[in-house]
């Protein structure tokens, strides 16, 4: 415990004169009385104190004083709380933009959305909700990889003002390449951690940085070498969280131009799609980071504050608040002075 004022404490140097005058005053109450009562008319009529009760208020008047001089010094216990420290924190969000996105995310529902448009949903919601401090870097991704943002930014305003404008065909070429986006993403996650020192770690006064890549992507993507020797040289220092969007079961890709109102091959067929999760969990086992499925609606916007939540656990730092006491020794000091007046009288 701790005290703002404790010069006030040498109030309590008084507490033994006020006992000593307690005392005093009892002896000269107790010989009036014993005086008093030898006059013959008011021998039957007086009634001698009450020791107890004078006892009992001199207790709380000298109780209220203690109290009041401990309220004068003003108590203050101190409260410590692990809170993250939300400034610490950075995410790479990498955003599928290839045209298997178009694909409906369930194709066994009714006039379901594409993949492409529950993404950009679900993106907004999260962006709407994200802690004071985050910083975020938006990347779409096709068969090359494109930062939207310059950095990281923490104007998550302007974040969702960029999500609303995202188009699909913002890339001209519709391949998807895992790989140039995972590169890009590690490159992004290293300019945000200056503070680390060559062997990963940080300085004894600051919290090492927070960073890590979420990948939102259908996968369709088989898992080749470069994207394994990609992953073996970054290890887990930088966890990507994959979400994978869709069914695992073909489905046809819509195209407006087409005459049969799909993706068609060099043959006429038409192209099917399907959710690679081997893909994504190869990707997420090899960096330390989760997989998350995206086949219902919710279950993105659940699987990116899942993912928030963990990662304000690692950047946690204690926090002391001090608690002020003086307020609760003045309402004590209240009390036992209205009481020591009320027995009294």
Known sequence: MQWDYPWALWGLAMVPGLIYCAITLWRQ???FWEVWCRLPFMRQQSVGPSRRRYFLAAVLLLAGFILSVLGFASP????????????NVALVLLADFSKSMEAPRNPLEANAPSRFEEMRVSLLEFLSTLPPGVKISLVPFSEYAIPI???FSDDHSELIAKVRRFQRDFFYKQGTDLTTTLQEGFHLANTFAPTLGPNG???ATKLAPVTSLVLI???DEPVTN???QALAERGTGVPVFAIGVGSEGPTYIPEPQSPVGYVVDKKGVPVTTALNTATLRFIAEKTGGVYYPFERRGQLLTALQHIIQRQGIRSQRAYTYPYPLRHFFFLGA???????WKFEN
Do not use: H, Y
């Open 76 to 87: 203050v216990i101190q409260r410590t709380a692990w809170e993250p420290v939300w400034e």
């Open 29 to 31: 109450k107790r010989d």
């Open 201 to 203: 770690t940080s300085s």
């Open 226 to 228: 470069g994207l394994r």
């Open 149 to 151: 943002t310059s950095g």
């Open 217 to 219: 992507s259908d996968g």
């Open 334 to 340: 209240f009390f036992c002075l209205v009481s020591a």
